[in-house]
């Protein structure tokens, strides 16, 4: 008796296990799980950044890069005050997705705008090692 | 003791899922015309008491839409720039013109999505929780309407799980979990599946990127 409840629970757990491992066009890597966690506490911004690298590079190694992921990525450098990163990144969903590029083409122009706003200002400020100290934390490990 | 597990995991695994898509008029003609190869889809407006609502719900729609075949515009982005812009409020954001909001981001189609339910109903034992949906995709030369759909998915913990004292208890625990905290996204999701996926009724059909499936 019990262990026909066993059995039964055992089924009953495979069954929604089966609807999960459909196969994707893209590979995702639960973007839409991370993202909703960046809704849920959007002062998580480091970790959800990670989090979109992992996709990223995860479906890079497989050719399935979602549509619309280079760009979060690059936004989100952009946010952390890398405007190289972001260009760069902004560059690859140009280059994948035509769709994009007028759109892109905008977020690009006001991204080298203010590297180069951030170039005049701050290169002074870098001479100086207290000062320095201050532009590194500011600015977010550069991998790669 | 073991036995009264098994009586959660059963009764976890015994709600019963309903899900219904209104009947529509069937718009796919106008769409398959117009051909839109990207969507962009814009903050969605809420009409639940769920503040959180609308920003969840976002975060599950550009996985469905372009494993249908089409360019997402990036969903997050695309909020930021809006809010940017001085449209940090979704109505007025549904409320502009759609070839307007295309035209900012370069879009062929706008995707609106409104919240009619997203709750919550508590009874002494049960909870039965809602979401209700309506999808609408808009020309971003023409505005015209290209495709609309509606789902509305409803979770509820089945009545049954063998009575007893074992069976009640377990309602009860069952009921205080989805009180704490209701679960809407497996039914957002599913609402997704079902109004966007149903080729043969008013789905929307299968965009450029599209990998067509090799017969076996």
Request: proline letters at 6%; glycine letters at 6%; a positive charge.
């Amino acid at each position: 008796m019990k262990s026909l409840a066993k059995k039964i629970a055992a089924f009953a757990l495979l069954l929604p296990l089966c609807g999960c491992v459909a196969k994707t066009q893209y590979s995702w890597s639960n973007y839409d799980t991370k993202l909703y966690s960046h809704y849920k506490d959007p002062s998580q911004k480091k970790e959800f950044a990670q989090a979109l690298k992992e996709t990223l590079e995860e479906a890079e190694s497989s050719n399935r890069v979602p549509p619309g992921i280079y760009a979060e990525y690059g936004f989100l450098m952009y946010e952390q005050g890398n405007s190289l990163q972001a260009i760069q990144y902004y560059q690859k969903e140009s280059d994948k997705w035509p769709e994009s590029r007028p759109f892109m083409a905008k977020m690009i122009s006001t991204a080298q705008k203010r590297s180069k706003a951030q170039n005049t200002s701050t290169a002074p400020a870098v001479i100086p090692e207290t000062s320095a100290k201050q532009v590194v934390t500011e600015q977010p490990e550069v991998t790669k | 003791m073991k036995l009264f597990n098994s009586y959660i995991i059963l009764l976890v695994f015994t709600i019963v899922l309903s899900g219904c898509v209104a009947p529509n008029v069937n718009t796919q003609d106008k769409f398959l015309s117009a051909a839109p190869r990207s969507i962009l889809v814009v903050p969605v407006v809420n009409k639940s008491v769920e503040v959180t609502a609308a920003d969840y719900m976002l975060s599950t729609v550009s996985i469905p839409l372009a494993e249908r075949g089409f360019y997402v515009f990036p969903i997050n982005l695309v909020k930021r720039v809006l809010e940017d812009d001085g449209l940090a409020d979704s109505s007025m954001v549904h409320a502009a013109p759609a070839s307007k909001l295309a035209s900012l981001f370069g879009a062929d189609a706008v995707l609106y999505i409104n919240i009619e339910r997203w709750d919550a109903q508590y009874m002494f034992l049960t909870t039965t929780v809602t979401v209700a949906l309506d999808y609408e995709i808009r020309d971003g030369k023409t505005d015209e309407v290209l495709w609309q759909n509606k789902a509305k998915m409803v979770y509820q913990p089945d009545g049954g799980g063998g009575g007893g004292i074992g069976g009640l208890i377990a309602k009860v625990v069952v009921a205080a979990i989805t009180k704490a905290a209701p679960n809407y996204m497996p039914l957002a999701h599913q609402a997704n599946a079902a109004a966007l996926y149903r080729y043969s009724g008013p789905g929307i059909p299968f965009g450029p990127y599209k990998i067509k499936e090799k017969p076996l």
